[in-house]
């Protein structure tokens, strides 16, 4: 089946810093990637619908600033969380749409989770 | 706020039994619901229902959602111990986008 690889799965950094988070889809082309969040014992919540070649589309609340996506090719999707503070810590999770493919519910792929924890 | 509720939230059966897992959804512009498993990281996908009263089967699973009350329940036949994971529904929207998801139900089968 298609396979998202996402990394890393895990990643410590300081408050301050900005870290990166990658999310490739493996055997298939990607024109939209979606990234998620998930808090301690929360739902998994939209953050941004990240598109090939133009800018992504964040969901309300969600600072656009902070969370800087890119999405440059048709297989890859990067999340990078900005001056990271010890409240972005959560579980973030990405998937990928087929492009190929009609539509179907099982044309969304998503990738294993990075855990970040800013210390 | 678009939000999606499922109950119970964790769940122990032996092996043999039937289960009922329930997912209750307040979606702007809804359009279907999915249902996912997830048994070590990566959700996997399992139906995707969009018409309410029509029933999607797959083996042992079968799933049915009501469009007027906005739930849907996912019945699990002759669990096996393969069958522990977290299920996890979640509505998306007119585009087509899983908007939101539940917090899923831990369904643990023991023998």
């Known amino acids: 089946g298609a396979v998202v690889s996402q990394h890393p799965s895990w990643v410590i950094c300081k408050s301050g810093t900005s870290v990166k988070i990658e999310c490739r889809s493996l055997?298939?082309?990607?024109?939209?990637m979606f990234w998620y969040r998930q808090f301690p014992k929360q739902s998994l919540m939209l953050m941004a619908t990240?598109?090939?070649?133009?800018?992504?589309?964040?969901e309300q609340g969600v600072e656009k600033d902070k969370f800087l996506i890119n999405h440059a090719s048709l297989t890859l999707s990067t999340l990078t969380v900005t001056s990271a503070h010890p409240e972005d810590s959560s579980f973030y999770i990405c998937?990928?749409?087929?492009?190929?493919?009609?539509?179907?519910?099982?044309?969304?792929?998503f990738g294993e989770g990075s855990w970040l924890t800013v210390v | 706020e678009d939000k999606v509720v499922q109950s119970p939230l964790s769940l122990v059966v032996h092996e043999g039994d039937t289960v009922t897992l329930n997912c209750s959804y307040e979606?702007?512009?809804?359009?279907?619901l999915l249902w996912y498993k997830q048994e070590k990281k990566a959700p996997t996908f399992l139906f995707m229902l969009?018409?309410?009263?029509i029933e999607k089967k797959s083996g042992r699973l079968s799933s049915i959602l009501d469009k007027k009350e906005l739930f849907s329940i996912l019945n699990i036949t002759a669990t096996q111990t393969g069958d522990s994971a977290v299920y996890l529904c979640?509505?998306?929207?007119?585009?087509?986008?899983?908007?939101?998801f539940g917090k899923g139900t831990r369904l643990s089968v023991i023998a």
């Open positions: 979640a509505g998306t929207n007119s585009g087509n986008t899983p908007l939101v």
């Open positions: 979606v702007t512009n809804f359009r279907s």
């Open positions: 055997d298939f082309q990607a024109t939209t």
């Open positions: 990240s598109n090939e070649g133009s800018k992504a589309t964040y």
């Open positions: 969009t018409s309410s009263g």
């Open positions: 998937s990928a749409r087929d492009s190929g493919r009609v539509w179907d519910g099982n044309t969304i792929y």
